[in-house]
């Protein structure tokens, strides 16, 4: 059956990309390298590698999409958790744990944090019980396990559940700045175009909680060297983090205190 909606973007797409091949008076050699970077990207793509996914965020498509999506006008210092994009790394079904445990197994030696903090209804402040923190982070080799076959599986992954006071509080790595997958068209491409393959150190989050709008987002370590220039356009301020040290606690070396704000749908009306 017809799609109205599918049949205007499908419009649009073919509108743009014929000005585009036009004005750039693109060949047929030019227009078949990139078929074959796209066919070979759909190759190699699998329930751990997302080939397609990774070319389409260097060129800024995901971020833009988050961007368009967002409900916030701008970003000022009282606004719902900003969202950020989902990135080719998460998978469903991390493990649940409970209050106060660890998503890492193994490098005792790394920058093992403390993260703790609210997850609040935006517009009355209340604390949401039960709201699920699903966290996925990389190794300090900056890889995600699903990339390393010498990590355990699901690890550096988890869901936890907030208490009757809106409070969660777990125990995960302080990221690492992270290279993407270099052996395939997306990194390719990024040479091509004189581009380095870095996203600054960040931790990914999913937050949902019944009756709310789930946010998808990433917080982002501030000391990283590549905060202003993240290959695939996701960093927003208002989820660039300080993390402090931490003492006297055998089981983390640092501490970041971070509350997360969702909109309900019942508020999310007045947002449009
Ligand atoms: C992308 C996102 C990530 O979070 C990541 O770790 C690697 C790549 C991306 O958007 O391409
Ligand atoms: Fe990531």
Request: glycine share 8%.
């Amino acid at each position: 059956k017809a799609n109205p909606r599918l049949k205007q973007l499908v419009g649009g797409l073919v509108q743009h990309l014929h000005d585009f091949l036009r004005e750039n008076e693109v060949t047929l050699d030019e227009y078949f390298a990139a078929i074959d970077m796209i066919n070979r990207a759909g190759q190699m793509s699998n329930a751990k590698r997302n080939e397609g996914q990774l070319l389409s965020d260097i060129l800024g498509m995901e971020s833009l999409c988050d961007e368009i999506t967002s409900t916030l006008a701008a970003e000022a210092a009282d606004q719902p958790t900003a969202t950020a994009i989902l990135g080719p790394f998460w998978r469903k079904d991390a493990p649940a744990y409970a209050m106060g445990d660890s998503i890492v197994k193994g490098f005792p030696d790394a920058d093992h944090t403390l993260m703790h903090g609210r997850v609040l209804d935006f517009d009355t402040g209340t604390p949401i019980a039960n709201a699920e923190v699903d966290i996925w982070h990389t190794a300090p080799n900056g890889l995600y396990e699903s990339q390393d076959p010498e990590q355990p599986d699901m690890n550096l992954r988890g869901r936890f559940h907030t208490g009757p006071d809106g409070r969660y509080s777990l125990y995960c790595l302080r990221p690492t700045k992270y290279p993407i997958p270099d052996d395939g068209p997306a990194g390719e491409l990024l040479g091509l175009l004189d581009r380095h393959p870095w996203r600054p150190a960040h931790i990914h989050f999913i937050i949902s909680a019944e009756g709310y709008k789930s946010v998808v987002t990433q917080i982002f370590d501030r000391r990283d060297e590549h905060i202003t220039d993240d290959v695939a356009f996701a960093v927003k301020e208002s989820l660039v983090v300080d993390f402090a040290p931490r003492q006297g606690d055998p089981k983390g070396k640092f501490e970041l205190e971070y509350d997360f704000k969702l909109v309900s749908f019942e508020a999310g009306k007045k947002y449009g």
